[in-house]
C-alpha cells in the first residue's frame, strides 16, 4: 500500500514538473478568446475598455474589427495605439464605412498615427474566416452599432452560428438614460448603438446565437474625479494613451457631455473577467423598427444583466488597469 501511495506522489510530481517546464501557452489555455467590434475613437469608453481587455492575459484578443463612420481612420488610431503599447500583432480590420453624426473626438490622435502601408484587411471577412477556424471558440465583443455583426450574419448566417457567444453593449430594458444616480430613473430610452443600426440588431437577436446583453439599466457607470487621476498618474504607456484620449475628448465640442466618462463599454468586459459583476437575467428582447429593446413574452434570447455590482466593477477595473 505505502508502495502504491509513494509512486502516485511521484507521478503527481512528475506532472506538476511537466507543466512548470511548458511554455505559458501550453500550460494556461485563455479563458475567452475574443474578436472586438468597436468605434473606438467618438466616446472615450472605448478607449478604457480596450484598456482592460489588454490588461488582462487570460483574455487572447484575436483581432479588432472597426464599426460605424469613419471606420479606416479607427484602424489608424487602433494601429497607433497598439504598436506604442506594444501590442502591434493584434490584427486590425476595417468595418463598413457609415454616416455617422457623432463627433469623432479622438482624430486627431488618429491622424498622427503612421498612414497605412498596405490595404486593410475586411472586418467581415475577418469574422468569418476566424468563427469558421476556431468554431465555437470565439466570443464577439460587440461594442458599438451592430452594422458588421448584420453583414457577417447576411453574408453567412450558418457560420456566424458558430460563435460560443455575443457580448454586447446596447439596447436599454427597464432604465433609460441619465446622467446620476440621484435623479429619478427614466423609462427605457432608444440607446445609441441599437438604434444607429436596427437591422443589424434584429439579424443578431433573431440569429439563434448566445447573447449576453449589457444595457443602459446596468452600464452606466460614472468614473469619478479619484479613479481618473489615479488611472492618469499611473505613468504605464497603456494609461499614458488612454489619457491622452481622454483629454482630447474632453477638447472637443459636445454639448452633451461632461467631464466625467460613462465606462458603458467596459462593462460587458469586466463580466467576461468576472461574471459576477453583472449579474445576469434570461429574458426575450425584441428589437422594433424604431430602435427601442422591448423585453417582450417568450423563451429567452438573451442574458441580460440589469444591473451592475459597482463596488465590485471597481476594485476589478482599477486593480486590473493599474498594474505593474
Avoid at 444607429?196 to 468614473?223: H, N, Y
Avoid at 455590482?309 to 488597469?321: E, K, N, T, V, Y
Amino acid at each position: 500500500m505505502s508502495l502504491c501511495r509513494s509512486l502516485l506522489r511521484r507521478a503527481a510530481l512528475s506532472s506538476i514538473l511537466l507543466l512548470a517546464a511548458l511554455p505559458a501557452s501550453f500550460a494556461a489555455a485563455p479563458a475567452h478568446k475574443v474578436i472586438v467590434d468597436m468605434d473606438i475613437g467618438d466616446d472615450i469608453d472605448d478607449a478604457f475598455a480596450l484598456a482592460l481587455l489588454l490588461q488582462n492575459p487570460d483574455i487572447e484578443i484575436v483581432g479588432i474589427t472597426t464599426d460605424w463612420g469613419d471606420t479606416a481612420l479607427r484602424g489608424r488610431l487602433l494601429e497607433r495605439l497598439l504598436r506604442e503599447t506594444g501590442h502591434a500583432h493584434i490584427p486590425v480590420a476595417q468595418g463598413i464605412a457609415t454616416p455617422n453624426p457623432t463627433p469623432f473626438t479622438q482624430a486627431r490622435y488618429a491622424q498622427r498615427g503612421a498612414a497605412p502601408t498596405q490595404p486593410p484587411q475586411d472586418a467581415i471577412d475577418f469574422l468569418l474566416r476566424e468563427i469558421k477556424r476556431q468554431p465555437g471558440q470565439i466570443t464577439i465583443l460587440a461594442l458599438g452599432p451592430l452594422t458588421n455583426i448584420g453583414a457577417a450574419i447576411a453574408r453567412d448566417a450558418a457560420t456566424f452560428k458558430q460563435v460560443k457567444q455575443v457580448v454586447m453593449m446596447g439596447g436599454s430594458v427597464r432604465a433609460g438614460y441619465r446622467k446620476s444616480q440621484y435623479v429619478p430613473v427614466r423609462p427605457a430610452d432608444k440607446e445609441y448603438n441599437i438604434a444607429s443600426e436596427v437591422k443589424g440588431a434584429q439579424a443578431l437577436f433573431g440569429s439563434g446565437v448566445p447573447i449576453v446583453m449589457m444595457p443602459l439599466d446596468s452600464t452606466q457607470i460614472r468614473l469619478d474625479e479619484v479613479e481618473r487621476n489615479a488611472i492618469f498618474g499611473h505613468g504605464s504607456p497603456l494609461t499614458d494613451a488612454v489619457t491622452l484620449l481622454y483629454h482630447q475628448w474632453i477638447d472637443t465640442y459636445q454639448p452633451w457631455s461632461s467631464n466625467m466618462p460613462s465606462l458603458f463599454d467596459v462593462v460587458p468586459v469586466t463580466w467576461l473577467i468576472d461574471p459576477a459583476s453583472c449579474p445576469t437575467t434570461p429574458l426575450r428582447i425584441a428589437v422594433t423598427d424604431d430602435g427601442y429593446t422591448r423585453e417582450v413574452a417568450g423563451q429567452a434570447n438573451a442574458q441580460v444583466c440589469l444591473a451592475s455590482d459597482q463596488p465590485r466593477f471597481f476594485h476589478l477595473f482599477m486593480q486590473r488597469l493599474l498594474a505593474r
